[in-house]
Every structure is written in structure tokens, then in C-alpha cells.
């Protein structure tokens, strides 16, 4: 039997039932380890590299849809795929059948022009992402023959594995793709991301005869998409990429996402536009039908009424913005995963950060190796590189900075002195991990190493230069002294102990940690990082809070803190965040800065906590334990040397591990915040203004105030203007302070700032109907109004961008100055054209420009006056 067949990617799967494709699967899981081999036709030396080659040209490459970089026609439709794109469509597509071909073309340029823009940009975006990403690899460890090196098992990139390749697995690894288990120790996996079930499910390696109705119940198959958090083991791969579970569900998975403040924020925007051109096109249809005659003309100018209320630009405008972020963020080697992130590291208020890497460098060394006494002492390092050496669960920096000293494989004689013989792996609860050690003469030692609270609590005695003796509560008295002075002194401190074991067994459990013999500590440094304190002023000056969040003890924590310059205050334990409710903690979290000795759940607990209190939190984590804390996150941020969870679980992966690239990162989502808000408040108050404009022009003018295709030409002019706005400059002290959505603030913008427009509108009628005398003259009208019209919204936002005195204070950016000049020049120029005769235009009366350019300048104080206020009032 081989379970070694292509499964069809089936889609969306409603439940993991079993279905005819899955048969093979449960049939596998009741092999013995020993026959899963054959059915995967593999061996217990893996596959042959050549083997993994002709598996690889059958297979695939080991990636899921969502993971595939879009092509140009995809990134085309991902543009193209918009509810405003398609609504403009279908009014370009009446306008062509209601016989107004010129218009259908004007509304398609506009669509083309939004749909180009944004496509061109956020190409350059992905590709500078790509270019990255190639830098940053998730890698499994498998073993095949020839291996390249002494070790049996050896990395490779997740997406060169094939059917067949046996991996292994230890704490913090992704599962790699669908596998049956051939070794599993304490393995816990957490199978959340397909199942829902947030509870971690243990493993095993042997046959199993259950009866499942799900595959996922199944003790010895684990899933790709599900990852380790305890334990290790040792699997063969039935299948990979697109033909595994979660493959096939990939897309439904990506599509989960809940929707941040910013997306709610669009989307109320855009459907407050949508009930603007629901009340609107009908009004106005009906007023020219009825005063006109001319229902068809109604119609016509109704649908172009409809086509300059639409937000159009909203979507180039977003995207471009966030893609021309994302690319200024890639030059500080910061690969940006989901393009939202970063304007939520723009709102973020509060980071959440372990100190190492980040205020430490993340180069610790082992520098003393004392015994009970505080000696130094060879055994004690000698035990501890055994266990270091041995461990095949997750490596940390503690484990290399002692496996660092190479000089001691060969003076402990580890080649033949000692062989593995099993292993108790690390959890978080108990924060310690064994090996056992076979010595020449086959007897067993247990060495365990780990949190010196939880090793004290699992030995009864001492060794001290040969002489062994009782530990008693004075003992431990003074080694919580000794190790408060090493913490003191910036040292984390592990305790080493060991046990010998009187009964050889073939495995062993947590049972066996027991009874053991404390040989010592080993005493690590990581200093403090340099740039640390300049990153946690200029955040804080940004208005954003760094809290630690760590599983270090509190006094080597506090050091550090005050050595970047960061007040602890009062530090919160695990231990006494366990007995807050929910509404305690979130009444001190505000309050703590420091929080340690914390679990992962614990870190998790937090960071909601800081939600309740309506912060955005950003988390940055690269361990297993920060997993959980990174999904809780407004904004998760990794970095590439990170386990795979936490790269995964990340919207932002750092190639270096800075708080000041994540400054850089704040002061960029701000700025995209800030262009964006430019658009939407101009967008809010023209189209506010309009409204009584258009209104009023047709309950009392004789013709149509403008010509459909001039209405449809003006807000095409006008949609290019804006599209220089995501290059705009924005001002000092917008992006000093985190900035959220506020629906509630654009809508009083709304009120206040677009009524204006609207006077000046109606002064425009009256300047055209009584000192040009227009009564008669539609063309002269509909020239006056329109050239009118495009110069105040063009120059208006040159107004609304920034709180200072435009011009003067505060200047645009070069691109935005450029666009607005073109614009008003052709919008002057087009009435005297050959095409503005085309669009029903005629020459003004040279009086007309000194009037129109004197109502500017009143138009443009005025509104300046306004908007100080608003903004003394209620901010921008």
C-alpha cells in the first residue's frame, strides 16, 4: 500500500470528515511505525537526494495557494475587483446605452486611471517584499542520504520537501506538511488554525485503531498549519503543499482576518458616500425631470451627479499609500507581510517587547560556572554542555552560548564517553528539560537544567567537590541570594542538576525529575543594547509606551531597564498577575510598565488587558512562547531569525532587530494615516457642498448647471490632482501622537468646511447670472461654473492638508504642487481649446478671471479661518 497519490485540492472543505481521498491516511495511522515506511516508500534513512529530486518534479514545491506571489493579471483583478470600481462601470455602461458614448469613455479613464495607479505602485511594493522575503527562510529539519554533514538531520527550506522525507520536530516548529509520526516524546501540538480548538493535543507514535470521524482526532497524524509547543518527535511526510489539509483550506483560512479599525474605517466611509448618491441621484433626476421636460437629460446628468459623489480614487489612494509604505520600509530591510500593518503601527500606542534582543544584544555569553558555593567549577559546565549538546528540542540562545565552546566536545569525550539515551523535554510550566546520558560503564544520568526556583524544587541534595549532602531551606535562602547578586549584576542564571540513575529504563518521563542532586549554576551576560535607550525616547516622544513583557525574573529585568534608561517601577510577577481577574489586571496594566517571570498565556492575558483599555498594541516576539501574545496583537511583529510560529503569527518580520526601525515604522504608518485622511476629509466636504449646490442650481436654473460629460470631465481633472496626494508631505506634529480612525471627526468636518464650497458655489451663479447675464446662455454658465468648480476643489487641499498656514508654514510636496498647477492650467485654458468646444465650452469674459481669482483668494481664508477653529476644537 502506498499513501503516496495526488489528492486533488477539493476547496473549500465544510468539516474534516473523512472522504475517499483521506482513506489512505486513516489506513497509515494504523501501521506500526516500523510498516508506515514501506507505505510511504521511504526508509529509516530518509530518501535519497536524487529520490527528493524526481518527488519534487512529481509533487511540487511544498507551498499552499495563499503563499504564491500574485502574477501581473492577478495583481490587475486584485485592483480591478472593487464595489467602486464596479459601480462606476455600470454607470459607464448606462451612459453608453442611454446614448452618451463620450460619457461612457470619460467614467472607463477614470477607472483605468485609479486601477493603474494603484497597480503600478503596489507592484513595486511586492517586489520589493519579494526581494526580502528571499532573504528570510523557514526551514525543516529533515534527514536524507547522503546527509552533508556528521548530523543525521540537516535544514532545508519548507518548500523543497517531498512525500516521502522524514522530518523531525521539536518545540516551535511548524508542522511542515501531512505526516504520520514514527517518534514522539511529550509532543503537544496545537492544532488551532484548522480545528478551532485551542487546546494543544498530544501525540504518539504508535498503530492506532481508533475510531475518528475526523482525521485530526487521529493520535499519531499531524497536519501542516498546526505547529509544536511541546516536546519532539520524528514524522514521515504522506503529503505536501496543496494536497494537505490545510491547503486546501488555505484560502478560507487567509480569508479570516478580522477587520481592523482602519478597514471599518473605509468601509463606513465609503457607505456613508453610498447614501449621499442614494438621496442625491434620485432628487436630482426628479427636480430637472420635472423642471427641465427633458427626462432623458435628467437621467443622463443624474448618472454623472452619481459618478462625482463616488469615491473613486479612495481605493488607489489607500493602496498606493500603504504600498509606497511598505517600500520605504524595505529599505530599512523590514518586510512588511499584510499592508494594513503598517497603518496600525501608525495608530500603535503601545509596544510590547521582551528585553532580549531588544533592549539586550542578543549575544549572550556564558561567563561563570560556580557551584553551591560559589566556585568555579568544571562539572558543572561539563553537565551543562551535555545537556545543551544532546537536547534535540528547541535551541536557545542559552543552549549556544554554551555549545559555543567547542574545545569541550573532545576534553568531556562526548564521541565516546556519553550516548543519548532519551529526553524529558521543555515546557513552560515546568521550565526545565532533561537529557539521559549513557557513560561507558551503561549507567544512566539524568541532567537536568532550568529555572533555579524549578530545579530547587525537584532536588533533595547537594554536591560540592565530591561531597554530597542534604539540601534544607537555608540552602535554597542562600542560592536565591547568590543568584539575586548575579541578576543584580546583569547575569541570568540556569541551576544544573543531575541524577543516577539506579534502574536503566528505555525511556523516561517527567516522573523521573526527582530526588535529584544540585551540582550548580552557569551565569550568562547579555548586555545592554546601545541603541535601546535613544529607540525608548524618541518612541516615547511619539506617544508610544514600550511595556517589557518577559519569562525573566524581576531583578535582572529591573537592572536592565534602568540601564536603557526605561523606569520599571513596579514590577507585576506571573505569579501575581495569575490571581488578577480580568478587570484587575486591566486596572493595572495602564500603571505597569514591567511585567516578568510571565508565562506565554500570561503574555497573552496582558496585551487583551491593554485592549479593555483601549490601546492599540503592538507585540514584538521571536520565541514560541511569544505566539499566542503575537495573534492577540493589533500589530505582531518577528524577526527572521525567529521560531516558525512566531514568523508565522507576524504582519511585520524586522531582518534586524531594532526599536528604532520600528520608530521608522510608526513615523511612516502616521504619514500614511495623515494622506489618506486628506482625501477622505476633502472627498467628505466636496461632495457634502456639492449636495446643496447641485440642488439648488436645478430647482432654479432653466438648463442643467452643467452638461453631463462636463460634469464627468471636471472629476476626471480633478481625480488626477489628487493622485499626487500619498507623495504629500505631512506635518511635525500630526506624526507625534498615535493616531486612530474617527468617523465621528470626518463627519463634523463634513459639516463645517463643506457648506463653504457651497456658498461660493452659489456666489459663482449669481456672478455669472447677473453681472454675465447667463440667464440665456447656458454654455457661458456651465463654462463659468466649471472652471470655478475644478480651481477650488484643486486648490482646496492645499488648505486641508495641515493645520498651519498653507504656503507659508506648511508646503506641499513637489509632485502635489506640480499636479495641482497642470490641473488649474487646463481647467483655465480648456474653455478657448478645440476640445473644450467639443464639451459645449466657450470662452469666459476677461472680467471673469480677476472676479473668480478675488472669490479664491475669500474661499481659501475663509476656509483656512474655519478649519483653525475645527481644529482648536477637535484636532485634525
Request: proline share 5%; glycine share 6%.
Amino acid at each position: 500500500m502506498s499513501v503516496l497519490t495526488r489528492t486533488a485540492p477539493s476547496g473549500r472543505r465544510a468539516k474534516a470528515d473523512w472522504t475517499d481521498g483521506d482513506r489512505p491516511l486513516f489506513s497509515v495511522s494504523r501501521l506500526h511505525p516500523a510498516e508506515v515506511y514501506a507505505a510511504a516508500a521511504s526508509g529509516p534513512e530518509g530518501l535519497s537526494h536524487e529520490e527528493a529530486e524526481v518527488r519534487q518534479k512529481e509533487f511540487g514545491p511544498n507551498t499552499v495557494s495563499r503563499e504564491h506571489r500574485a502574477t501581473i493579471p492577478g495583481e490587475l483583478w486584485g485592483r480591478a475587483r472593487n464595489p467602486l470600481n464596479g459601480l462606476l462601470l455600470a454607470l459607464a455602461s448606462m451612459s453608453y446605452v442611454l446614448g452618451d458614448p463620450r460619457a461612457a469613455i470619460v467614467i472607463a479613464c477614470m477607472v483605468v486611471l485609479s486601477i493603474t495607479t494603484a497597480f503600478v505602485q503596489e507592484h513595486r511594493s511586492n517586489s520589493a517584499a519579494a526581494q526580502l522575503r528571499a532573504l528570510v527562510h523557514t526551514t525543516a529539519t529533515v534527514r536524507r542520504h547522503p546527509s552533508p554533514s556528521e548530523e543525521r538531520f540537516f535544514d532545508i527550506p519548507i518548500e523543497r520537501l517531498v512525500p516521502g522525507d522524514v522530518v523531525r520536530l521539536s518545540a516551535g516548529d511548524m508542522i511542515p506538511a501531512d505526516l504520520r509520526l514514527l517518534e514522539a516524546k511529550d509532543l503537544f501540538i496545537n492544532q488551532s488554525a484548522l480545528t478551532g480548538e485551542a487546546m494543544p493535543a498530544e501525540k504518539y507514535a504508535h498503530a492506532s485503531q481508533d475510531e475518528c470521524s475526523s482525521p485530526f482526532d487521529l493520535p499519531n497524524l499531524c497536519f501542516m498549519g498546526a505547529n509544536v509547543v511541546s516536546g519532539f518527535g520524528v514524522g514521515v511526510l504522506l503529503r505536501t503543499g496543496p494536497h494537505t489539509f490545510f491547503g486546501q483550506l488555505a484560502n478560507e483560512i487567509a480569508g479570516r482576518r478580522v477587520p481592523t479599525a482602519f478597514d471599518q474605517g473605509i468601509n463606513r466611509f465609503v457607505w456613508l458616500m453610498v447614501r449621499f448618491i442614494a438621496v442625491m441621484v434620485p432628487t436630482v433626476f426628479l427636480i430637472n425631470g420635472i423642471t427641465k421636460h427633458d427626462w432623458l437629460e435628467a437621467l443622463l446628468f443624474a448618472v454623472a451627479v452619481a459618478v462625482g459623489l463616488t469615491p473613486e480614487m479612495l481605493p488607489m489612494i489607500v493602496t498606493v499609500n500603504l504600498a509606497k509604505g511598505a517600500i520605504a520600509m524595505s529599505r530599512s530591510k523590514v518586510i512588511v507581510k499584510r499592508l494594513n500593518a503598517i497603518q496600525n503601527l501608525g495608530a500603535m500606542d503601545v509596544l510590547c517587547t521582551d528585553k532580549t534582543g531588544t533592549l539586550t544584544q542578543d549575544r549572550i555569553i556564558l561567563k561563570r560556572y560556580l557551584d553551591m558555593h560559589g566556585e568555579v567549577s568544571e562539572r558543572v559546565l561539563q553537565y551543562a554542555f551535555l545537556n545543551s549538546h544532546f537536547q534535540s528540542g528547541l535551541r536557545n540562545l542559552l543552549d549556544n552560548a554554551v555549545l559555543s565552546h567547542v574545545e569541550l566536545h573532545k576534553m568531556f569525550g562526548l564521541d565516546s564517553g556519553y550516548s543519548k539515551v532519551d529526553e524529558v523535554p521543555f515546557d513552560f510550566s515546568r521550565r526545565r528539560l532533561s537529557v539521559v546520558v549513557r557513560q561507558n560503564d551503561g549507567r544512566h544520568i539524568l541532567i537536568c537544567k532550568g529555572a533555579v526556583e524549578e530545579i530547587f524544587a525537584v532536588c533533595t541534595h547537594y554536591i560540592v567537590d565530591g561531597e554530597i549532602g542534604q539540601l534544607d531551606a537555608s540552602h535554597f535562602a542562600v542560592a536565591q541570594q547568590e543568584t539575586i547578586a548575579l541578576n543584580s549584576d546583569g547575569f541570568r542564571v540556569v541551576a544544573v542538576a543531575y541524577k543516577a540513575m539506579e534502574v536503566a529504563k528505555p525511556s523516561y518521563s517527567v516522573g523521573d525529575e526527582a530526588d535529584l542532586t544540585l551540582l550548580g549554576y552557569i551565569a550568562f551576560l547579555d548586555p545592554p543594547k546601545e541603541s535601546a535607550r535613544a529607540a525608548i525616547a524618541a518612541l516615547a516622544e511619539r506617544g508610544v509606551k514600550v511595556k517589557i513583557l518577559t519569562g525573566d525574573n524581576e531583578v535582572i529585568t529591573r537592572k536592565i531597564c534602568r540601564e536603557v534608561n526605561l523606569e520599571p517601577g513596579e514590577i507585576l510577577l506571573g505569579g501575581d498577575l495569575t490571581r488578577l481577574s480580568d478587570t484587575e489586571l486591566a486596572k493595572v496594566v495602564d500603571s505597569t510598565t514591567v511585567f516578568a517571570k510571565l508565562t506565554p498565556a500570561q503574555k497573552e492575558r496582558v496585551v487583551r488587558a491593554l485592549h479593555v483599555k483601549s490601546h492599540v498594541v503592538g507585540f514584538l516576539g521571536d520565541g514560541i512562547n511569544d505566539s499566542p501574545a503575537l495573534k492577540a496583537a493589533d500589530v505582531s511583529i518577528s524577526v527572521d531569525t525567529a521560531v516558525d510560529i512566531a514568523k508565522e503569527s507576524a504582519d511585520i518580520i524586522l531582518l534586524e532587530k531594532s526599536l528604532l526601525v520600528l520608530q521608522d515604522g510608526v513615523i511612516e504608518g502616521r504619514r500614511i494615516f495623515g494622506n489618506i485622511s486628506k482625501y477622505i476629509k476633502m472627498g467628505a466636504s466636496s461632495n457634502f457642498g456639492n449636495m446643496f449646490s447641485v440642488v439648488g442650481a436645478s430647482i432654479f436654473l432653466p438648463f442643467l448647471p452643467m452638461a453631463p460629460i462636463q460634469v464627468l470631465t471636471n472629476n476626471l481633472l480633478y481625480d488626477f490632482s489628487q493622485t499626487a496626494i500619498p507623495t504629500d508631505n505631512v506635518d511635525e506634529e500630526f506624526l507625534a501622537n498615535p493616531r486612530q480612525w474617527d468617523i465621528s471627526n470626518i463627519f463634523r468636518f463634513m459639516l463645517f468646511i463643506g457648506p463653504i464650497s457651497s456658498i461660493f458655489d452659489y456666489a459663482t451663479y449669481g456672478m455669472m447670472l447677473f453681472v454675465f447675464h447667463a440667464w440665456t446662455n447656458p454654455s457661458l454658465f456651465q463654462t463659468g461654473w466649471f472652471v470655478e468648480s475644478l480651481l477650488t476643489q484643486t486648490l482646496i487641499i492645499h488648505i486641508i492638508r495641515t493645520a498651519r498656514i498653507p504656503f507659508i508654514e506648511s508646503h506641499a510636496s513637489p509632485s502635489l504642487i506640480a499636479t495641482t498647477i497642470t490641473i488649474c492650467a487646463v481647467g483655465i485654458v480648456l474653455p478657448f481649446t478645440w476640445a473644450g468646444a467639443a464639451l459645449g465650452f466657450i470662452p469666459v469674459p476677461w472680467l471673469y478671471w480677476p472676479l473668480v481669482v478675488s472669490m479664491l483668494l475669500v474661499y481659501a481664508v475663509v476656509t483656512h479661518f474655519v478649519k483653525v477653529w475645527f481644529v482648536k476644537q477637535w484636532g485634525l
